[in-house]
Each structure stands twice: as structure tokens, then as C-alpha cells.
């Protein structure tokens, strides 16, 4: 869909460097790399990782706070695996149209980042320039992930 | 594959994990790599600079003197046989790293190992190269580019003679401007001798002249009716046939020729960006200057420290160098498909980091 940001190679995505805030949790359902995944907070797979969009309302109460989103996933898993999702660090992975410095939303669409805000405006990151490209070749793009879970 | 050394170039010992040969050996494999990369790169430093620890210094040569005729009564009066100009340099800092996970680590074979150093060196290679031709293919036009010194201030770095004020000592003629930067419309043997007589005009420079083209231009300066090939060793030549038997070694690139109304080594350099060349000498005084730190411990390409967070692993490099014009009439650059010269795309030594 249009503006919703691909994974350049589906099932792999990279942290790049140490993250400052991560966390492990089962699945609660399939989620793959790349992924914004919230924590579900009640009933039915409490205290494990769900797949996110913003299309909700932010609530701190009801599952239907499916814009509280925690960190991105680092691997693809299915239902009942543990995943590690990074709040804050850096990824690569995937193919960004924008330019560097620009803002990483959450989509209205479950389980992908997008170029403009959502219903709910959560912001994942900015696009940070690497130096490691040989002459010649354009800076890599990463997302450096800061999130902080309040609508902006 | 790079060549190296030690246990990380023993095809055998590939597939075992690093984690089951003694630390001390890996150790030892990793700095004694280090240390042949920092020797072997310093002896291709060596053709293009000399090493100076100081940001800003003078570059000084003789003047150009006679003798003042006399006779039994007479006393000559002391001429002051310097020339001098100011040169300055930067002192960048780049580093690398490579990662990995605890688990990884576990996993972690002597070849994984290996391609990790060798991707570390060529950073290095790659980044040290680009910092040599950016400040080769540097113009000043009116002024240098200026390096924001954390110690010492705002220093001007300078390209080759450019056309400005500063003069230079030249054979035959005494002090003069001059101007080693140029566009040339097609590579010729006019455009070839331009450059080398260029460069030989002046007493600091010796030795053989070199023009380092990139491979686009390898072609047309075999098409040149004056140029002789490099001997090929695989083949038997006729009594006719003219090829080069002594041409000299130790700079980057491989000489494949001779243009002989130039009197120039011509060498391929694949370094050098398309529509290029570089012309230098294999004496005399070095063009550039590498400016190192003048700690020891903060000079070279180093590894420098461990970063553990479990699971999270990095292994940090650091090199601490600068390149600026020295001798600013010992190197001459030009552009071969346009009159008037620009600087090569991302070689703009201002603008790298």
C-alpha cells in the first residue's frame, strides 16, 4: 500500500551496534522481521509480543490500544517463539524512499512502519546516513529507533 | 581474497571455531595482520608523503643562485638561499567495527574470523586511498580549504600549484608561479610531455615520471603512436618490435607502458576516477604530507577496544591520519576530457569525512 515502508528482504532485518532498550518476549502470534510489535496487556496472550498499527486508540487499559507500541522485531518467529524487539538502537533492512533525516511512523496497516503518521501519531524513528559505503556509492540508510510510545 | 597472515591464512584450520583455538594465538593472528597492513600501506604512503606530526609547516627549497664574479679584492654578497611557503594539514579521525552476538561468537569460524579482518582492512585501505586522491586532485582556484584544527585553529590546506602567487623554483628560470592543475580536451602525447616536463622543470623533483590513468583510459594511451609496451613475459618478440625492459616499482597501480616523446611511465591505476590522471615522479621530495598524531600509541591503524553488553559484542579500529600539499609542484592533475578542470565527484577533500 502506498506509503508503507517495505522490508528489503523479507525475514531479515539487522540491529546495527548495541541497543540502548530492548526486550524478549514469546509470541503471541506470527510476526515477522521488521515489524512493530506492541506488548498485549491483558487476557488472551498477556505479557507477550503482538503486532502493532495505529489505527487504534491509545489506551493504557483495553487491548484495543493497538497504537501502544513497544520496540521493532528483530526476526521473523511464529506463535509461542521469543523475539527480541529494539525500543531504541539501530536497524537496517529495509528500503526507504525518503530522504535521510526524515521521521518512521507506525501504520494504520498491523505490522508495518509507514512515511506519515497514523490515526495515531507514533513516531519510530529517523532515517540516519551510514559512512561505511566506498566511494562512488550513496549512503546506506538505517532507522535509528527512539521510541517512546506518546503520540506526537 | 587479501592475502594473510598467520593462522587466518590456513585454508585447514577454516572451518574450526575461533572459540576452540587458544585466545592468545587468535591474538596474536589479529595484530600480526594489523601490523603487516600498517607496513605494506606505509610503503604505498610512501610514494605520494612524507609523515609529519605538525599541522602547519613551511615548505622550503633553494633559490635559484649564480655566481657573483669578482677578483682578488672582491667578497661576495650572502644571498639568502631560501624560498619558502606555508602548507598545513588535517588530522581526521575514522574508525570501523564489526559485531556480533554471543551466540554467534560461539559460532564464529576461523573464516568467519578472517573475512571480518579483511573487511576491517580494506576500510581501511578504501578510506586512506580516497583521503590520498582527494588531496592530489585538490584545486585551491583562489584559495585552499580550510581544516578546523581542535588545538590549533582554522589551517589551510593546499592542492597542487595553482596558478596563484606562490612561486617555485624552476630550472633555468629562478623563482616563478606555476600551475600543476589542468583540463586537457583528449589524452595525448603533447597533453603527456605537458605534464612531465612540467614536473621535471623543478630541482626538488627526480627521479622517472609516472602518469597514473584510470583503466577506462588504458586504451587511448595504448592507441598513442609514441607509446611502447611493457615486455610481456609469456611472449617472444621480434627484432622489429620496441618493448620496455626496466621501469620502476613500488607505487600503486601496474605500469604497462612507456610514451616515449613524453619520456613518461604511464601506469594503470584503477583508483584513479574516469577522465583523470596524475602525474608524479619516483624522487625527489614526496608531494603530500601525512600528518600523524605525535602520540605513538594514536598513530597507524589500530584496533582499539571490545565493547561487550550481552548478548552484543563489537571489536573497534581507529586510524588517526590527514593528507594536505607538501610539495606543491611535485604532482600534477588533470582532467582529460575538458578544458577546464573540476574536481572529481566525491573526491572533494573538503567535504570528506
Known sequence: ?152 | MAVMMGLLNQLDLYDQRVLDIPTAEIETALALNLEEHNRALNLTLDFFCRRTTNAQERFKTPVNARLQGGDENSRADPVKGLNQYTVGYPLRIARHAWGATDIALERMTVLDLRIEVETALMADINWMSDHVLAALFWNNTTSPWTWADPMYGDISVYGAADGGTTTYLKRNVGMATDDHVNGFTSITTANIKTVADDLREHPQNSGEVVVFFPTASVGTVEGLTEFIPVSDPNLNYGTVTTTLRNFPAGMPGTIFGYVEGAKAYVAEWPSVPDNYLIGMMTGGARPLALREDPIASLRGYREVAERKDTPWYERHYRRLAGFGGSNRVGWYVAITNNATYSKPTGLDASLMI
Do not use: C
Open chain 1, 1 to 152: 500500500m502506498a506509503n508503507e515502508i517495505a522490508v528489503t528482504t523479507a525475514g531479515r532485518v539487522h540491529v546495527v551496534g548495541i541497543p540502548q532498550v530492548q526486550r524478549t518476549l514469546n509470541a503471541a502470534e506470527a510476526i515477522v522481521a521488521g515489524a512493530p510489535v506492541r506488548i498485549v496487556p491483558s487476557s488472551t496472550g498477556a505479557a507477550k509480543f503482538t503486532n502493532a498499527n495505529a489505527s487504534g486508540t491509545l489506551t493504557t487499559e483495553t487491548v484495543s490500544g493497538e497504537a501502544q507500541l513497544y520496540g521493532i522485531a528483530t526476526r521473523s518467529v511464529p506463535a509461542g517463539q521469543a523475539v527480541t524487539a529494539i525500543r531504541k538502537g539501530k536497524m537496517s533492512g529495509w528500503t526507504f524512499e525518503q530522504g535521510y533525516g526524515e521521521p518512521v511512523w507506525l501504520s494504520d496497516t498491523d505490522a508495518r512502519l509507514s512515511t506519515v503518521a497514523g490515526t495515531v501519531n507514533i513516531l519510530v524513528g529517523h532515517i540516519v546516513p551510514t559512512t561505511a559505503n566506498v566511494r562512488g556509492d550513496s549512503e546506506d540508510k538505517i532507522l535509528e529507533i527512539d521510541i517512546t510510545g506518546i503520540p506526537v
